[in-house]
């Protein structure tokens, strides 16, 4: 070699799949222990308020259990004894008892879980180089390491409580996997290939995805802020509100689940504000809220609100038009962080509309709050709070479109040379 030449390095030795799989099983085992970490806190915390009764295996299974509903993994529930609401048996109840399932998704967790995989799957597309489908597949690799221990963890998940009549409560099985794997294997899948470049096609997807991303996560925050604008206004109830979440341990365990359920609340804000309703009800009489009115029915909204029953739709306030800044905000935003050539820009757009109303849709589905009683003949019958999934799917994907093919032509010089 030539005195004084720079020394020859060899290339990078590409990592095999072997190495790639070891290292995404690790990083879907670290977010699985985050995400743990944060339910078994609640847990804990819970526990502590109440007195710490039962002993420990109470908050390590009321942990495991939380951890669970952040995938929507349905809850068993059995009486020992029927169930009577104003002396007249529900439904679903039957002689020596009643079963019941309730599916309902702590979004807060939800989204802390889902950050966790996303960074783990990211991680493991980085490590894997090559193609965005090359790194979307080893991103997707974290979900057997993430799925599989939290579904045999579920197996030991039983509560009993004789002395209030309560058989069991078990997590749903089957659910147990099928839910945190799909999570996981999407969550990871996206995050291996948000690691790759903007480049052709497979860069515009991406592309479209994060102005999408972007302006789901505008939505869910702007409709927050919207609430508590709502709450500003409605000084009484809030403040009725407030009194009781500071009154003692009831209260303080009502205002750490409604800080979990904050983002179901923010889906059901930003259906309406786009147009959509949302439901509460069952067997047959279910109450809506949408943009500019209500209708309350015979039942489960009659009881909250008896002074609108039949009264057919009752229009709201005239301010509540302003809601309509919620999804224009942040479909607007969303279309303007997007890069390029005007023309790319629009395409992009276009993708992330598409890309605002899955995500949106898959939230609304997630935010229900279900309660299932078998019936007759096998079918179910249900009780149902939240929004209307395909409404607010199809109204999502409109303002979407819109809204971000405006915020992609709106002029910007730095964007355009980006």
């Excluded at 991103?139 to 309560?166: D, E, H, I, N, T």
Aim: charged share 15%; with cysteine.
């Amino acid at each position: 070699m030539r005195v004084g030449a720079p020394p020859v390095r060899p290339e990078a030795r590409r990592p095999g799949a072997a190495e790639i799989l070891r290292f995404a099983w690790l990083r879907g085992l670290l977010a699985l222990a985050g995400a743990a970490a944060i339910a078994f806190a609640i847990a804990a915390a819970e526990w502590l308020a109440l007195g710490r009764p039962f002993g420990l295996r109470l908050p390590v299974k009321l942990g495991w259990l939380y951890l669970l509903s952040f995938h929507r993994v349905g809850i068993g529930l059995t009486l020992s004894r029927p169930l009577a609401v104003g002396g007249v048996a529900a439904p679903g109840s039957a002689p020596g008892g009643s079963v019941y399932k309730l599916h309902v998704a702590f979004l807060l967790g939800t989204a802390l879980a889902g950050w966790l995989l996303w960074r783990a799957g990211r991680a493991a597309g980085a490590r894997a180089e090559g193609s965005a489908w090359r790194r979307a597949a080893s991103g997707a690799a974290v979900a057997p390491a993430y799925a599989v221990p939290l579904f045999l963890g579920s197996l030991a998940v039983v509560l009993r409580f004789p002395g209030a009549f309560v058989s069991s409560v078990k997590p749903v099985t089957w659910e147990a996997l099928a839910f945190p794997g799909v999570f996981a294997l999407t969550i990871g899948g996206a995050g291996g290939w948000s690691s790759a470049g903007e480049e052709g096609t497979e860069g515009a997807v991406s592309a479209g995805f994060r102005a999408g991303w972007r302006m789901f996560v505008a939505a869910i925050v702007l409709a927050f802020v919207g609430f508590l604008a709502l709450a500003g206004v409605e000084a009484d109830a809030s403040g009725a509100y407030v009194r009781f979440v500071s009154s003692g341990r009831t209260g303080a365990l009502v205002a750490v689940h409604h800080g979990l359920l904050a983002p179901n609340q923010s889906v059901g804000i930003l259906a309406a504000a786009m147009g959509s309703c949302d439901e509460l009800g069952g067997y047959g009489s279910r109450s809506a809220l949408c943009f500019r009115s209500a209708v309350v029915t015979p039942g489960w909204g009659s009881l909250l609100l008896p002074h609108l029953e039949g009264r057919g739709p009752v229009d709201l306030p005239p301010w509540y038009v302003f809601f309509l800044l919620v999804p224009a905000g942040a479909t607007i935003g969303g279309g303007r962080s997007l890069r390029g050539p005007r023309r790319a820009r629009v395409g992009r757009s276009v993708l992330a509309g598409v890309w605002f109303a899955v995500l949106t849709g898959i939230a609304a589905w997630a935010s229900r709050v279900v309660v299932t009683a078998p019936a007759g003949g096998g079918a179910g019958v249900e009780l149902v709070f939240g929004p209307q999934i395909a409404r607010t799917a199809l109204a999502a994907l409109a303002w979407g479109i819109v809204g971000g093919a405006v915020g992609a032509l709106l002029p910007s010089r730095r964007r355009e040379n980006a």
